[in-house]
């Protein structure tokens, strides 16, 4: 929060005043430029529905620490206008005591929707569910369901999917979009205007990736959140899922780049937060990598001999990393898509081997051709064998690229097989992984070509 | 191609009798898994209708490779059925001559929207767009207007925002959304149910990644893209929107994993498309660290006097190239969220110094402990200045990790800067761009402790 500066400070009253005909996500934009304090004095000037309306964005970044210093008997009032499901967000953030304060100033319908949404688990299609939805039993006629729509539209998230369940047993059996609706007779049953298909549904525990996937494979507005026994207990729309897609983005890429997802802006995060959540892994990575330490010593009669090997330990460790960070980079999102399943694995590894060999091969010709040149050019002088020296160099690239290549492409599959998400796999840990096996290689490559000679 | 394994051969035709009562979603999923001559066998023996619309699924994947094997008789009628967004799509990826043949074929109307949109290039909004919207005038009322949406509703992508003109200008005047229409009174004029506000519109030119900000931003169904003029010439869906963040997410975490975008399926790619997509950054990162290779031939005296410090060059070339890799990734997704902007360069340099000192001084802890532990339980003999390594080791760590956070977090603003998409680094190019100023960091750390005793 301390970085957050203004920087010509301006009355709160002003800014709301100056704000108050703008569109909500635009007054979002505004506010998450504002410390919290500021914020919410400028969400007390602006006009009440409006002032919801700005809270109820998921977009607005520390709504739980601007409705903290919101005036106790205010925040009923706004948090009662707000959505169930964006109630339950803020709630889930609050520490205790405030959270329970804050549950007991909430009207019943909301407290009672609040205490079921947020029993789901944060990553389920449960905690993104929306309970304001449109549904009518089988027996209604299309007029019928069109005037309640007309009478409702105003309290519900979303009126383009209309739910018609069985009046008996309050099962889902259809999904009608208001498209198709409108141009239905009003005098025919609802039915008229169903699709044949049954409607596409998931389950509450089900991961909120699940509920995108079916949104963007069928292009649907919304899917049924449903129980074991077909009643719908939710909705999920489009607009949750494109939030829940950015969000998720964003972890991939933080967990890609070697570290815990943030979870919040990087401007506005504490500090010690953003430490704790790069330390971690980087600790672990640390740890890991001296087992080079461990290596090298290993092999220090060679070095000590053979000191010219040492000038392309980085060289050679890099690459082995970098085709491991292709490799696994293409494999997380293979994975993601479907287009490969677990059960795929050695198909990919059947692509990777001529792959790593290939581009092994390639990066080898170029490290030899490095060498050759340099000897031959007087820049440096690689000893009278250079040439053997060229040679392990060559070797050592061909053997550490198809290894990290392999290993890069195997370990999202790995993660998988084991319960994890592929996409925890990172590129600093790939490497981490092939440089250990990178310098035996590369040593071992040298024992052979360089025995009797250099060593 | 050749990868595609087909279990237990089916005849195309039972395939398809099988398919025939699956969503267009699904057999879109059972054809992927196919040849592509297969895939187009299975297509010509569905409903013709059922075809047009697998056809129509941007995520079938060899669309272009599908529509070279039908018979050039029944193309025209199965292209003329599609959006004319997806007809465009698929002839842009289609070669020369079979793109002129099929252009040529098209009814007039399709052949000319797909000369509009395939003038567009790949990254714009106008690449995405579909013509197919409803649009009426300021005079109309909603009857009339619903009237209108009953009729044309089967032949429009979307109906649920209602773009209102100026009957005089043609320009854009208000988007209405299908919920408030249906709310309004039949007799009363449209613009009675129109939003205050002004729509939110954009350029054909933009970039998709704009169109997609704007309808997460809105919650909008549909962004209405407009010309200087402000006429409506397409509009962009969220469903379309969806599919481009999907393949924009595929795109960045394969740069990031330090590679060019494949853009198609891992498992359908042409090995050597892919070789050379992964060859040509893997080069490019092996020229540049060969840099790492003259750095410890300029240390090369260093190197034979104190060897004892090649064994930390892994661990501490890697512990940089992680703290960089966590750094942009951070930086990345802030830039792509707004969260940050290039002006905001400094208050990040500002947070990196202090965050990369405090995690050098953990790591160069670390570091420091597992040495002296080695030497104190006897593990290995560091030497009689065995201290001063551990020194040596520990300073240089700090300033690695320092050097590598700074450098991983100013390098997106610099891409930005200079016109690139941040999202271009990569893990593997920061590591490389932190190897080298790592090594000599790292040296003249030593040069400076252990000057006068072992250097």
């Known amino acids: 929060m301390t970085d957050t500066v203004i920087d010509v400070p301006v009355e709160p009253a002003t800014l709301a005043a100056r704000l108050a005909d703008e569109s909500a996500p635009d007054i979002v934009e505004a506010l998450n430029r504002e410390a919290p304090e500021v914020a919410a004095a400028i969400l007390l000037s602006l006009p009440h529905e409006r002032a919801v309306e700005v809270l109820d964005q998921p977009e607005l970044d520390c709504a739980p620490d601007i409705i903290e210093m919101l005036p106790r008997d205010r925040v009923a009032s706004f948090l009662s206008g707000m959505s169930a499901d964006r109630v339950t967000d803020v709630i889930r953030e609050i520490e205790e005591p405030g959270r329970s304060d804050l549950r007991a100033r909430l009207d019943a319908e909301t407290r009672g929707a609040v205490d079921k949404l947020i029993a789901y688990p944060e990553e389920s299609v449960g905690s993104i569910m929306t309970t304001e939805f449109v549904a009518v039993p089988t027996t209604w006629t299309v007029g019928l369901t069109l005037d309640y729509i007309r009478k409702v539209e105003r309290t519900r998230e ?35 205007v169903a699709p044949n298909r049954r409607p596409v549904v998931v389950s509450a ?106 000038l392309f330990i980085p060289l050679i460790m890099s690459s082995g990393g970098n085709s491991g960070s292709q490799a696994t980079s293409l494999l997380i999102r293979a994975l993601a898509l479907h287009q490969v399943r677990l059960r795929d694995w050695w198909r990919v590894a059947l692509r990777e081997i001529p792959a790593g060999l290939t581009l092994g091969a390639i990066l080898g010709t170029i490290g030899v051709v490095r060498i050759v040149i340099w000897q031959k050019l007087g820049f440096y002088d690689y000893g009278e064998h250079w040439f053997l020296v060229a040679a392990t160099v060559g070797t050592a690239l061909v053997g550490i690229v198809l290894f990290g290549s392999l290993t890069g492409s195997m370990l999202p599959f790995i993660l998988q097989r084991v319960g994890f998400d592929p996409a925890t796999a990172s590129a600093p840990f790939v490497a981490t992984l092939v440089d250990v096996s990178g310098l035996v290689i590369y040593f071992t490559v040298a024992l052979v070509i360089l025995r009797g000679t250099l060593l």
Not at 173 to 178: I, R, S, T, W
Not at 205 to 226: G, N
């Open 158 to 192: 979303t009126v383009y999917s209309i739910f018609v369940l069985d009046p008996r047993t309050g099962a889902l059996a259809k999904a009608v979009p208001l498209r198709r609706l409108i141009t239905g007779n009003p005098e025919d049953n609802i039915l008229s």
């Open 205 to 310: 525990d089900a991961s909120r990736d699940e509920a995108a996937r079916l949104i963007s494979k069928y292009d649907l507005l919304a899917v049924p959140v449903v129980d074991a026994s077909n009643h719908v207990v939710g909705i999920v729309t489009v607009d949750d899922v494109i939030d829940a897609m950015i969000q998720k983005q964003t972890e991939d890429v933080q967990r890609f780049g070697g570290m815990e997802a943030l979870d919040e802006p990087y401007m506005s995060i504490n500090f010690l937060t953003m430490i704790r959540k790069r330390a971690g892994w980087l600790c672990v990575l640390f740890l890991s990598e001296m087992l080079t330490a461990s290596a090298m010593q290993g092999f220090e009669g060679e070095l000590e001999k053979a000191l010219v090997l040492t």
